[in-house]
């Protein structure tokens, strides 16, 4: 199973950025998908996931508002549209995926993912 994140850049504040990621590997259903994202000298933040099992979706408090989580399963591609960025979100963003369901209180735990991609950075000038 690989994930593949893309659709990094720079931005200036009050931009848009949407970042993709896509699964690989044709057997592979997850059941939650998410992204979480890590700045330098941080831990890693959990951001915003969603239930592809219609568990719902959950965001970061910080991003509520802002950013949305979007996906296309013909495409095996989840999608994180972010809008009004600020510089405080300069991070290196991850996605991440979990194969079987777990309790919704859970989903902001790295611990429980079973899959990450490679980071795409992304950075929001002042």
């Known amino acids: 199973v690989q994930l593949q994140a893309s659709g990094g850049g720079l931005v200036q504040a009050g931009g848009s950025l949407r970042l993709s990621c896509t699964t690989s590997?044709?057997?592979?259903?997850?059941?939650?998908m998410g992204w979480f994202r890590q700045a330098p000298g941080k831990e890693r933040d959990f951001v915003a996931a969603s239930s592809l099992g219609g568990g719902g979706t959950k965001y970061a408090d910080s991003v509520k508002g802002r950013f949305a989580f979007s996906r296309d399963n013909a495409k095996n591609t989840v999608y994180l549209q972010m809008n009004s960025l600020k510089p405080e979100d300069t991070a290196v963003y991850y996605c991440?995926?979990?194969?079987?369901?777990?309790?919704?209180?859970?989903?902001?735990?790295?611990?429980?993912?079973?899959?990450w991609g490679e980071g795409t950075q992304v950075t929001v000038s002042s």
């Open positions: 991440a995926a979990r194969s079987r369901r777990i309790v919704y209180s859970s989903w902001s735990d790295s611990n429980v993912w079973d899959y």
């Open positions: 590997g044709h057997t592979f259903r997850p059941d939650l």
